[in-house]
Nanobody, 123 residues
Framework: EVQLVESGGGLVQPGGSLRLSCLAS????????MYWVRQAPGKELEWISV????????KYADSVKGRFTISRDNAKSTMYLQMNSLKPEDTAVYYC????????????????RGQGTQVTVSS
């Protein structure tokens, strides 16, 4: 059974940092591209970052570029999102999502994802 478990969220002041983790199980983690997405209250799901199978290629949405860093440790079946210079508009539930196909970059909002972790940026 595919499982993705996010952790690391919380309440942080503007300008602060958080590191999210996504622990994967039930599939060959290193065979899949992985994504971080988020959903703010009353808004649609927003794709924010992608990482390829070995972590050598990454992309970011303009809204987080230069502030967030995606990474992965295939030996630990874990993906990370380092979030710096957080802003109130980063407040959302953050989800990790697995690519819908093995070996390829194929994001679908209906793909496997975890239960999410809440990030709240507020003073």
């Amino acid at each position: 059974e595919v499982q993705l478990v996010e952790s690391g969220g919380g309440l942080v002041q503007p300008g602060g940092s958080l590191r999210l983790s996504c622990l994967a199980s039930g599939f060959s983690f290193s065979n899949y591209w992985m994504y971080w997405v988020r959903q703010a209250p009353g808004k649609e799901l927003e794709w924010i970052s992608v990482i390829n199978r070995d972590g050598g290629a990454t992309k970011y949405a303009d809204s987080v570029k230069g502030r967030f860093t995606i990474s992965r440790d295939n030996a630990k079946s874990t993906m990370y999102l380092q979030m710096n210079s957080l802003k109130p508009e980063d407040t959302a539930v953050y989800y990790c999502v697995r690519a819908s196909i093995e070996y390829g970059d194929y994001y679908s909002s209906s793909g496997y994802r975890g239960q999410g972790t809440q990030v709240t940026v507020s003073s």
